[in-house]
Structures are given as structure tokens and as C-alpha cells.
């Protein structure tokens, strides 16, 4: 277990580094480069070769990413010029609001479509499979953020049962008043209630047919201490995976719900940064997100380990 601990990290830090290269090398592929970007097309050559020279995109890539990374050790993810503030700052601001929506639209997902999957799979081809199907297929098939404006239209425009978006800024502005908070968090549950279930349904129904069901049963075990003691048991260990690798869709799809809804996180910030071309801003923030990433990951390879006894790591 230790050995792939310590693989798992090693390669953690491979596709960092990976990454943070890549993102640093988009920054720079900005037209005029980030500076011109920054600035704007009125800004005359010699103010573009001051910043370069101020900032020091004037010296070779390598450079600058070994400045920057030294600046990350050092706690500084960098300043963003456009906000007049640190990105940590920006992170104390942003990040636990996106906690809030991410981490309530999660749950509420789960609550729902892990038992609807094991429905799906104890009652599988019954009418109720059947339409459980086809609300998984429509979550697979269209955008959340279509989801999310049809929402705003039904609940919000039409019958004024929720507001379209949050009424403050702040952690506790957002908990403060739960009405605002729910068309976000439903969207967003929605968008991953089709993941679970389809999932759920399939691991169950795998495990159904093992042979540790059949001993469990001819050992007199009640149908309902093999399903729930047994089967649900190592069917989970698919959602823990799955919750892991997922971590990329479960961003991504916060960026488009905290846009429609304007919901004041990281997502909302991200956009805005782009639209605004604050490079530092979108620099931070994918660092953010890559490590979350990467450690999602490793905590469900260990969560696979834990839920698993078979599972041996040499």
C-alpha cells in the first residue's frame, strides 16, 4: 500500500507539472501575448515593453515558469492586476461558495441516484426501469446549462417559486436565504443523478449473479440482508471510483451553472477572468483545480482499497 501511495503521488506530481506548463504556455499564446492582451489594442509598443520587462515576460519561458514555481512554494499564486487583489484572496472569496454548490448538488445527486439505481436493478425491465432509463438518458443527453435556463424559466419567470440567483456574495449571504440556492443545486444534481444511477444499476446487477449472492442465499440470508449487507456493499466501490475520476466533469459543471445562475464562485470567476484576460486569475485557479483533481483521484483509489478487502496494492 505504501509502494503505490508513493507511485500515485510521484505521477501526481508528473501531470502537475504537466499541466502547469501547459497552461502557463496558453497564457503566452494570447494574440500580442498576455501583456497586449492585458492592455488592450490602444497600448502603444513602449507601455507593452515596460510590463514585459516589469513582469518578466521578457525572459525565456523557462525562466518564467521557474519563477513562478518558486513563487508557489513559496504560498504565492500571484496578483491579479485586472482585480487589484491576490489570487488568494480571490480563493478565500470564491472557493467556498463553489464548496457549497459542488458539495450540496453532490449529495443531493447521490441521495437519489444510488437507491434509484439499486431500484433499477432489483426491478430491472419493469415500467419503472424503463422511465428511471429514459430520465438518466435525458441527464445524458442535454447540457446543464440548458437545464439550467429551463429551470430559471419554469420555477423563477413563470411561477416565481424560486429567485433565478443567490441575493448575496458571501458564504453566509448564500446559506442565508435557501430559496435562492435550490434551481442551483437541483441543476447541478441532475447532471450528475444520471451518472450514479446508470452505475449503481450496472454494479448491481452484476453483483447480482456472483456467487457470493447464491452461498448468501442457501444459507438462508433474507433477500433484503443480500441486497443491502452484500451486493450494495461492493456496488458502491463503482461510485467511489467513479466519484474520483468524475472530478473534472463535477468542475466543469459548476462553471456552467455558477455562469447562468450567477452564482458568486470560482466557476463565475474563471469566466470572468477569461472574458477579461486576467492570466494570473486563470493561472491560479487551474492550479487549484488540477490539484483537486489529482487528489480526488487518490483518495478514491484508497476509498476502492478500504471498500474492497480483495484489493491488494503492492
Same mark, same amino acid.
Do not use: C
Given at each position: 500500500?505504501?509502494?503505490?501511495?508513493?507511485?500515485?503521488?510521484?505521477?501526481?506530481?508528473?501531470?502537475?507539472?504537466?499541466?502547469? $506548463?501547459?497552461?502557463?504556455?496558453?497564457?503566452? @499564446?494570447?494574440? !500580442?501575448?498576455?501583456?497586449? =492582451? %492585458? *492592455? +488592450?489594442?490602444?497600448?502603444?509598443?513602449?507601455?507593452?515593453?515596460?510590463?514585459?520587462?516589469?513582469?518578466?515576460?521578457?525572459?525565456?519561458?523557462?525562466?518564467?515558469?521557474?519563477?513562478?514555481?518558486?513563487?508557489?512554494?513559496?504560498?504565492?499564486?500571484?496578483?491579479?492586476?485586472?482585480?487589484?487583489?491576490?489570487?488568494?484572496?480571490?480563493?478565500?472569496?470564491?472557493?467556498?461558495?463553489?464548496?457549497?454548490?459542488?458539495?450540496?448538488?453532490?449529495?443531493?445527486?447521490?441521495?437519489?441516484?444510488?437507491?434509484?439505481?439499486?431500484?433499477?436493478?432489483?426491478?430491472?425491465?419493469?415500467?419503472?426501469?424503463?422511465?428511471?432509463?429514459?430520465?438518466?438518458?435525458?441527464?445524458?443527453?442535454?447540457?446543464?446549462?440548458?437545464?439550467?435556463?429551463?429551470?430559471?424559466?419554469?420555477?423563477? $419567470?413563470?411561477?416565481?417559486?424560486?429567485?433565478? @440567483?443567490?441575493? !448575496?456574495?458571501?458564504?453566509? =449571504? %448564500? *446559506? +442565508?436565504?435557501?430559496?435562492?440556492?435550490?434551481?442551483?443545486?437541483?441543476?447541478?444534481?441532475?447532471?450528475?443523478?444520471?451518472?450514479?444511477?446508470?452505475?449503481?444499476?450496472?454494479?448491481?446487477?452484476?453483483?447480482?449473479?456472483?456467487?457470493?449472492?447464491?452461498?448468501?442465499?442457501?444459507?438462508?440470508?433474507?433477500?433484503?440482508?443480500?441486497?443491502?449487507?452484500?451486493?450494495?456493499?461492493?456496488?458502491?466501490?463503482?461510485?467511489?471510483?467513479?466519484?474520483?475520476?468524475?472530478?473534472?466533469?463535477?468542475?466543469?459543471?459548476?462553471?456552467?451553472?455558477?455562469?447562468?445562475?450567477?452564482?458568486?464562485?470560482?466557476?463565475?470567476?474563471?469566466?470572468?477572468?477569461?472574458?477579461?484576460?486576467?492570466?494570473?486569475?486563470?493561472?491560479?485557479?487551474?492550479?487549484?483545480?488540477?490539484?483537486?483533481?489529482?487528489?480526488?483521484?487518490?483518495?478514491?483509489?484508497?476509498?476502492?482499497?478500504?471498500?474492497?478487502?480483495?484489493?491488494?496494492?503492492?
Amino acid at each position: 500500500m505504501i509502494g503505490f501511495l508513493v507511485r500515485r503521488i510521484l505521477q501526481a506530481i508528473l501531470v502537475t507539472f504537466f499541466v502547469t $506548463v501547459f497552461t502557463l504556455a496558453l497564457v503566452h @499564446a494570447f494574440p !500580442g501575448g498576455p501583456v497586449r =492582451a %492585458l *492592455l +488592450g489594442p490602444r497600448a502603444t509598443p513602449a507601455q507593452v515593453a515596460f510590463f514585459n520587462h516589469e513582469y518578466g515576460f521578457d525572459q525565456p519561458f523557462y525562466v518564467q515558469y521557474g519563477r513562478w514555481v518558486w513563487q508557489l512554494l513559496q504560498g504565492n499564486l500571484g496578483y491579479s492586476i485586472k482585480l487589484n487583489q491576490t489570487i488568494t484572496s480571490e480563493l478565500k472569496q470564491y472557493l467556498p461558495n463553489t464548496i457549497v454548490l459542488v458539495g450540496l448538488g453532490t449529495i443531493v445527486s447521490l441521495l437519489f441516484g444510488i437507491p434509484l439505481g439499486v431500484y433499477q436493478a432489483v426491478r430491472r425491465y419493469t415500467l419503472g426501469d424503463y422511465v428511471l432509463t429514459g430520465v438518466s438518458f435525458l441527464g445524458y443527453a442535454t447540457p446543464v446549462f440548458f437545464i439550467a435556463l429551463l429551470l430559471v424559466e419554469w420555477f423563477s $419567470v413563470d411561477v416565481h417559486l424560486f429567485p433565478a @440567483a443567490p441575493s !448575496g456574495n458571501t458564504f453566509g =449571504a %448564500l *446559506l +442565508g436565504n435557501p430559496r435562492a440556492i435550490v434551481l442551483p443545486i437541483v441543476a447541478y444534481a441532475f447532471l450528475l443523478y444520471a451518472l450514479w444511477s446508470r452505475y449503481m444499476r450496472s454494479s448491481v446487477m452484476d453483483n447480482l449473479v456472483q456467487d457470493y449472492v447464491r452461498t448468501a442465499r442457501a444459507k438462508g440470508a433474507s433477500e433484503r440482508r443480500v441486497l443491502w449487507g452484500h451486493i450494495f456493499r461492493n456496488s458502491l466501490i463503482s461510485i467511489v471510483t467513479l466519484l474520483g475520476l468524475s472530478l473534472p466533469t463535477l468542475v466543469a459543471g459548476a462553471i456552467f451553472i455558477e455562469v447562468v445562475f450567477n452564482w458568486p464562485g470560482m466557476g463565475l470567476a474563471f469566466y470572468t477572468a477569461a472574458q477579461n484576460v486576467d492570466y494570473a486569475t486563470l493561472l491560479g485557479f487551474t492550479l487549484v483545480a488540477t490539484v483537486a483533481t489529482i487528489v480526488g483521484n487518490l483518495l478514491a483509489d484508497v476509498g476502492y482499497a478500504v471498500l474492497d478487502p480483495r484489493v491488494r496494492y503492492s
